[in-house]
């Protein structure tokens, strides 16, 4: 299995720098800016890096540096954002930029500069008011010894400082005065302007400064990366996972391959010819030892025994369950079903790498620039400082390009070969060769009283851990958090409850996959509390209304159930259904509304969503977000599914993985539900987990027959032909 | 591999190449022609990011060798307007649509084919017209953006 190369001990020294640094606060020191040198010259222009996130040019061009990995979730656009509001510039003048890896990058709250867990904005907000606010102060500081003048006489707006003790006044851009402001000490609690103005910037739909490049075919993703004297290659990876390179064959003429243990690189003259080669090419592997689990209806019959009996870890425990159970009027229980998903980022998987003995370049399409970090040293032995990694923009990251793999395999070749080398994956090896969403089956039992409020819960979660196979020290006494993500400290009334989990240990590789562990256990409990509304015969919004006990909850469930008409009479051969969650840092509720389409189908013909994630930062980009995770819920609730026969994923490309296309969009309508003073959510992975239990609860609206495995295949596959 | 040279329309320009005559349009595009606004996504014709213009047409170029499009007139997403002032782009600003941006050249070429041929498409005929792929689920803004074109 493809396992993430970090050596824990660099782990932990960058988590230091980090804490050392105030998470991010390293300011004025010489920061590369994608591998330049901090203070550049290009045609007269000089560029002064004033902290490790803004760079001023003496043409007044103003670049702030995003720490983020940009999927399409905007931030690239959303982090400039904030530090924009105190650093009082322009918007429309600022250009952005990713950061490449550094300690100075790393979150403050994960001290990683992985992008994941919707936790940009949720970890940054707060720094990165602080950052801009610094380097503003710095740069009036400057301006203000060149005057001769106290701080207190300069005003700033608009990249321009004014010294208003003099008449008439004078003035100073930020570019005049970069230079000596990146000299500057920096300033540890420099003020925020904006906490007595309010805000200027954040909170408005602001235009996303990347779109223009994402219009004209010249925005830069991993795949488009060309370095001069690269060569070509493609990969061929183990047909069974875990899996070792025996022998290799000869290298199809004008190419060449090279071993990389697990895998093997293959050139060609272009792209095209690589695939070519190393689809030819014959490798002899050595399976790995032992009895493989990594076949669908095997895998299937452990997890039914698993969620019998048998011993589970505890997340969760409150009251006595089994006193509850036997108190209670009526007993419900349920089993459902999720299945293995890959994640089809629209751009395949793809690094560039320039080892020499003493350096060390990468480029990638990469949701972990720290993590790409450590994967090059341990696999150079070069420290740090020899080694940059130069995160570009992504195709979709949708958690499986936070995997080390891909850029190993490009090092590895470069290493090899002794020259650049662009390694790209076809579409075949990116669907063949996931780390797939894992499997999952819950048994939910429910004991209600009369009135039909619930007495006791129980859910047993029995599925694959992603933690176990990334990290593992995280798992204690078997307890993977994050297969339970989403599934303990509901905000419904219940008594006694246990959640518990029985880890699967099967042989089919597992990653983390948009809205991770939430995208399981809500379509579970959201499904469940439906059925337990209609076992004790209430609405089943009436029935949530009553037994919610978080207002915020509670406000994003009226606010989508009134946009959706919930209440009123759903058109001849419609129904709707309703689920409601929480989960990184904001709270979500859908409303689906179904149409019968032909006797055995449906069509899914409108999403009425609401979130509360807080303080917005852009919402038109937070809309962009529950438009696009409604999409990819969809995709996922109706087709989405990868089997494996002896270890072999039954979906090679988009011709048997069908996902929404124009045709099959419905109209999705967004409320954005504002909580005085909450603190930030995330967004990006919010907009999934709801819309599946939404649909499969329209569906028992619509025909009175519950569906609790997924896919649901209510309708036919989208054509992908034209 | 036997290699033939060829030449080449691409974006009102005559380009000569020196390739295996099979190579995808696309991957001589992107590689020998350094035109990666061009993208590959599946390579067998599912997904439309590959889309260019063939004699003015939305083709996929990942199954159309480049032996196919001598004498022909190819414009990608780099050639659809000198000033990326084109009335699809400025759409896609206006509208915000891209989120990866990823599939947007392909469907934005597809998109600018329907408009020169149907300039104000209704709904139903924009789902029959355009079925690029987006897996970031842009597809609500590209109705809005293609409406917004055509003044609906
Ligand atoms: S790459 Fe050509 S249609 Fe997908
Ligand atoms: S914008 Fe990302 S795939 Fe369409």
Known sequence: MNQIATPAVARRGFLTGALATGGGLMIGTAVPVSGRAATVTTKAVTTSAVNAFVVIGSDDSITILSSGAEMGQGVLSSMPQILAEELMVDWTRVKTAPAPSGAQYLNPVTHSQSTGGSNNMRSWFKPLLKIGAAAREMLVRAAATSWGVTVDKCTVANGVITNTAVTPNVSLSYGAVAAAAALLPVPQSPTLLSATTGYRLIGKPILRPDIPSKVNGSAIFGIDVRIPGMVYAAIKNAPLAGSTVKSVGAAPSGSQAVNLGDSVAVTGANTWAAFQNARSISVQWTPPAGTLLNTSAAIDTKLVSLIASGPAAVGEKVGDLAAAMAGAKQTVSMTYDLPYLAHACMEVLNATANVTATSCEVWAPTQGADLNLYTAMALTGLTADKITIHPTLLGGGLGRKFE????????????????????????????????????????VTVGLDAGG?????????????????????????????????????????????????????????????????????????????DEVAAAAGKDPLAYRQAMITDSCALAVLNAAATAAGWGTKPAAGHARGIAVYYGFGSYVAQVVEIAQATATTIKVVRVCCAIDCGQVVNPDTLIAQMQGGIVHGLSAAMWGQVTFANGAASVRNFNN???????????VDVQIVNTPGAPIGGAGEAGVPAVAPALANAYFALTGTRLRKLPLLLAPAPRYDD | MATSTLTLNVNGTTRTVTVDPNTPLLWVLRDTLGLTGTKYGCGIEACGACTVLVDGGAEKSCDMSVTEAVGRKITTIEGLSPTSTHPVQVAWIAKQVPQCGYCQSGMILAVSELLKSNPKPTDAQIDSAINNLCVCGTYQRVREAIHFIAGN
Do not use: C
């Open chain 1, 404 to 443: 080390q793999d891909f850029v190993a395999q490009a090092i590895k070749a470069s290493q090899a070969l002794g020259k650049p080398v662009h390694l790209t994956w076809s579409r075949e090896e990116d669907f063949g060769h996931d780390l797939y969403r894992p499997v999952q089956k819950s048994k």
């Open chain 1, 453 to 529: 409020n619930i007495l006791g819960w129980n859910n047993r979660i029995a599925a694959p851990s992603v933690l176990q196979t990334h990290f593992p020290k995280y798992v204690v006494n078997g307890l993977d958090t994050a297969a339970l993500a989403g599934a303990t400290g509901l905000f419904y009334k219940m008594n006694a409850r246990l959640v518990d989990y029985a880890m699967l240990n099967a042989n089919v590789p597992v990653g983390f996959w948009r809205s991770v562990g939430e995208s399981a256990n809500v379509f579970v409990i959201e499904s469940a509390i």
């Open chain 1, 657 to 667: 993985y069908p996902l929404v296309r124009m045709p099959q969009m419905p109209k």
